[in-house]
């Protein structure tokens, strides 16, 4: 079993990346913004604080939802391989966390440890919990939120830094509307994070990528169901290695400023602007949530008041909380300050920061894709060729080497400088899935 232990407390810093001059009459502000946090030293150049005493772990309580659905007998061996996959995930388990393993069909079944509770990690519980699985078996509707509602209950008996869950589907969400599944997700936004995984090739991209979104987890597709085990066991050891739950990003703005919009930018695209909680005056909270040791940049866009040549502000201080249930907030130490300076140097005033060119480069790059395959499912190929022709070019020239080798499944790239594809012909259903669920990973910037 994985040794997650680490010797330091984890620390945040934030750096800032933008062209703060402007022109004359200039008003559009944008800034990359990097968060990281680290197991011990500062990352960077700011302020670092620590987020927990030394010697103390943070809890975590875990629910996997394994489909159990009547389509999991087809083949019969995918069923198999989501019991060994769930498995290797309750062996990635540390000593001490709370964990579930719940069976989603139409409605959601507690499979371990019953009884509406979470049983703890060690080596009894993990063993009882495997030969749970033994009696998992395939028949029935498919209604997620259900599953989603009781993973909420029982993650939220736990008393724990984390919350997290794990879901698996392979097929549509077929036994309840969309709009009831979609309150499921407001009501559980905030309460845990939750990883969503397509099986095969039968379910909807766009459920799990909004399950995902909706709960600040990842989502992707596993094509064959062999290679099940191998990221579910990934899965569990990234989220057993989160140390900070529920983090903001905080962002003041001075009078007369406005947020145009708070995107994440890597790993993968997410925007964040419609999730904002006010905090204070001119403050607003952007929900991350939970870090362990890792990096992520986010793209701040501010409109500012046109101010004469010479003069320079502050159009922004983004700093990390964690939300408090009373409504203060504990601080993680570490911000970030936005500028303004309008300049009549022209060289200046029009150079774009390379960080920002590069973020927007990428969020064209997915928007291309997202476009180009729906359009491409609706018959209109020459639009098709269009945007996925300028997907390639994007990902070409941002250096994004895993989405271009995706795109060259879907269509021939004749000259990927110029974007001039040609549709193929015939596409494997899991490469088109797979190019849609992984249009939003991005690359970053070589700094």
């Known amino acids: 079993m994985a040794n997650f232990a680490k010797s330091n407390v984890p620390q945040f ?12 009459g200039g008003s559009e502000v944008n800034a990359i913004v990097t968060v990281s946090a680290t197991g011990g030293g500062t990352i960077g150049s700011t ?49 001490g966390t709370y964990f579930a393993v719940i069976g989603g069909t139409h409605v959601a079944t507690e499979v371990y440890p019953g009884a509406g509770r979470l049983a703890v990690a060690d080596a009894t519980t993990r063993e009882q919990a495997k030969q749970a699985l033994r009696r998992l ?19 939220s008996s736990a008393d724990v830094t984390i919350r997290h869950g794990i879901l698996l589907t392979d097929g549509r969400n077929e036994h309840e509307s969309p709009e009831d599944l979609r309150a499921t997700l407001d009501a559980c936004a905030g309460r845990f994070t939750c990883d969503a995984r397509g ?26 169901p062999a290679g099940l085990a191998a990221d579910f066991t990934k899965m569990m050891e990234t989220a057993m290695g989160k140390e900070v ?3 903001a990003l905080r962002v003041w703005t001075p009078v007369g400023t406005t947020i145009r919009f708070v995107k994440q930018v890597a790993p993968t695209m997410e925007d964040l602007t419609a999730r904002r909680t006010e905090a204070g005056p001119r403050a607003g909270d952007y929900p991350t949530g939970s870090w362990g040791d890792e990096s992520r940049d986010y793209h701040l866009c501010v409109t500012v008041p046109p101010a004469g040549l010479g003069r320079e502000m502050l159009a922004a201080r983004v700093s990390l909380v964690i939300p408090q249930t009373d409504g203060s907030a504990q601080s993680l130490g570490a911000q970030g300050l936005v500028r303004a300076v309008w300049t009549d140097d022209m060289v200046a005033s029009t150079s774009i920061n390379p960080q920002v060119a ?47 080798k995706l795109l060259a499944k879907v269509v021939d790239v004749v000259d990927a ?31």
């Open 358 to 404: 590069h973020y927007t480069g990428q969020a064209e790059l997915a928007q291309a894709i997202q476009k180009g395959l729906d359009l491409r499912k609706a018959g209109d190929f020459d639009g098709a060729t269009a945007k996925l022709g300028r997907a390639v070019q994007l990902a070409n020239a941002s250096g994004n080497a895993d989405t271009a």
């Open 137 to 155: 078996s395939a028949g029935g509707g498919t209604a997620i939120g259900t599953w989603l509602r009781l993973a909420d209950r029982l993650l």
């Open 13 to 24: 810093s934030v750096d800032v990346y933008q062209n703060e001059y402007l022109p004359e």
């Open 199 to 224: 099986v095969g090739t039968d379910w909807e991209v766009k459920e799990v990528t909004g399950i995902a979104s909706a709960l600040l987890g990842t989502a992707d597709i596993v094509a064959d």
């Open 47 to 95: 302020v670092s604080a620590p987020v927990y005493a030394p010697g103390q772990r943070p809890s975590a309580a875990v629910a996997v939802m394994v489909d159990c659905s009547g389509s999991m007998d087809y083949p019969p061996t995918k069923m198999r391989n989501a019991r060994d996959a769930t498995a290797a995930a309750i062996d990635t388990l540390r000593d």
């Open 245 to 247: 739950a529920d983090v």
């Open 417 to 447: 400088a110029t974007g001039t594809v040609r549709l193929k012909t015939r596409v494997a259903e899991a490469d088109e899935m797979t190019l849609e669920t992984r249009s939003t990973k991005t690359v970053r910037v070589k700094k």
